[in-house]
């Protein structure tokens, strides 16, 4: 089955400053790549998904951008943070006929 | 630290019949709890949330789930099954203001007809 690495678990981050969140998949090839997010109490809106290498869609114009440079590898970037870019980032990957899986997500904080 | 244990990683019902997917969680502060589907080939849906409140909480698609402390359980139900229930379904647990969101692992829904 797939395992989702991703990291950090935690993050917190000054106004301004960029991100890079790393999300790798174990276990499968080709899987489609999703990365969400959750706001306080709120529930998941899908921010971007991808269905293979250097293919990305976004779903919500926003301050983030995402990138798939290899099958199992999917970053969310940002040049600049802002305060409404706090919340929780989870990441998940499913692969055709198969089940979603997620990974832990990251808790993101600007200050 | 929080869970969530999904019984049953399939489940089957008849058109028309009820539908129940059980979801149990363990937090360590009150809990806001998510029920969410996912249709083939999309995205994650919200289907209802608790945070909190009323403990029967309604949601689209004629859906339903009731937060029971004492059983530290938020079933999903619905009274009569139709065939466009046919998905994938995920039970999720937020700590309050921590806001880290911990998924079950899922149950797929087949509604027979």
Known sequence: SQTIHQWPATLVQPVGSPLSLECTVEGTSNPNLYWYRQAAGRGLQLLFYSVGIGQISSEVPQNLSASRPQDRQFILSSKKLLLSDSGFYLCASRATNEKLFFGSGTQLSVL | ?113
Not at chain 2, 49 to 72: D, H, R
Not at chain 2, 77 to 93: G, I, L, N, R, W
Request: proline share 4%; with cysteine; net charge neutral.
């Open chain 2, 1 to 113: 630290a929080q869970s969530v244990t999904q019984l049953g990683s399939h489940v089957s019902v008849s058109e028309g019949a009820l539908v129940l997917l059980r979801c149990n969680y363990s937090s360590s502060v009150p809990p806001y709890l998510f029920w969410y589907v996912q249709y083939p080939n999309q995205g994650l849906q919200l289907l209802l949330k608790y945070t909190t409140g009323a403990t029967l909480v309604k949601g689209i698609n004629g859906f339903e789930a009731e937060f029971k402390k004492s059983e530290t359980s938020f079933h999903l139900t619905k009274p009569s099954a139709h065939m466009s229930d046919a998905a994938e379904y995920f039970c999720a647990v937020s700590g309050g203001s921590a806001r880290q969101l911990t998924f079950g692992s899922g149950t797929q829904l087949t509604v027979l007809p």
